[in-house]
């Protein structure tokens, strides 16, 4: 059974970094693409990012390019999430979550998820 979980969340200013983690386990980890997602309070989960298996396909959602930067190391079976220049808005529970054998930014094809860490910017 894959197991998914995350750390690194936290409390932050504007303008402030933080950097999550995601660590693997129970299956093949380089059979899966691995997606974050966050739900802010009173909202629906949305997608932020996705990385492929081998990192030659990597996506963002349009509102976090050029601040959020997905990777992972498949040697340790941990994918994170580099945030900069985080904004009040940016404050939701940020999940990941693993889809075996296809990349989507489409939370359905998602196959496991972690219990989410919380990121929390202030003004």
């Known amino acids: 059974q894959v197991q998914l979980v995350e750390s690194g969340g936290g409390f932050v200013q504007a303008g402030g970094s933080l950097r999550l983690s995601c660590a693997f386990s129970?299956?093949?980890?380089?059979?899966?693409?691995m997606g974050w997602f966050r739900q802010a309070p009173g909202k629906e989960r949305e997608f932020v990012a996705t990385?492929?298996?081998?990192?030659?396909?990597?996506y963002y959602v349009d509102f976090v390019k050029g601040r959020f930067t997905i990777s992972r190391d498949n040697s340790k079976n941990t994918v994170s999430l580099q945030m900069n220049n985080l904004k009040p808005e940016d404050t939701a529970v940020y999940y990941c979550a693993a889809d075996w054998a296809s990349i989507s930014t489409m939370e359905r094809e998602y196959d496991y998820w972690g219990q989410g860490t919380q990121v929390t910017v202030s003004s």
């Open positions: 990385i492929s298996w081998s990192a030659d396909n990597i």
């Open positions: 129970g299956h093949t980890f380089n059979t899966y693409s």
